[in-house]
Nanobody, 128 residues
Framework: QVQVVESGGGSVQAGGTLTLSCEFSGYTYPNYCVGWFRQAPGAPENEREGVAFIDTDDNTRYADDVKGRFTISHDKAKHSLSLQMTSLQPDNTARYYC???????????????????WGQGTQVTVSA
């Protein structure tokens, strides 16, 4: 049973920085693609958006609006990942979910259905 636990959300003013962390335990596959989805306030679950992803070969993918501001990293031995978010803006306010899949490469456009394991999410609130 794979368990995914996020931490590090919170409130910050525009222009600030937050780092989200995630650990996934009970994972026995040799490779993975891991990352983050976000769900904006009031948006339904099926409109969660991919934010950033990384695979075991260190290939990364980012949503266009976070490129240059967000950085995803991971520790393969510890089955953990982080998302450093800088220059945060109010429209980055969302609940952020850590996700895990045994796919050896992250899809070109990762979709929710490709990730069988999800954390409970952590709230990020950016005020103007």
């Amino acid at each position: 049973q794979v368990q995914v636990v996020e931490s590090g959300g919170g409130s910050v003013q525009a222009g600030g920085t937050l780092t989200l962390s995630c650990e996934f335990s009970g994972y026995t596959y040799p490779n993975y693609c891991v990352g983050w989805f976000r769900q904006a306030p009031g948006a339904p679950e099926n409109e969660r958006e991919g934010v950033a992803f990384i695979d075991t070969d260190d290939n990364t993918r980012y949503a266009d609006d976070v490129k240059g501001r967000f950085t995803i990293s991971h520790d393969k031995a510890k089955h953990s990942l982080s998302l450093q978010m800088t220059s945060l803006q109010p429209d980055n306010t969302a609940r952020y979910y850590c996700v895990v899949t045994p796919l050896p490469r992250c899809p070109a456009s990762p979709g929710q259905v490709e990730f069988p394991w999800w954390g409970q999410g952590t709230q990020v609130t950016v005020s103007a």
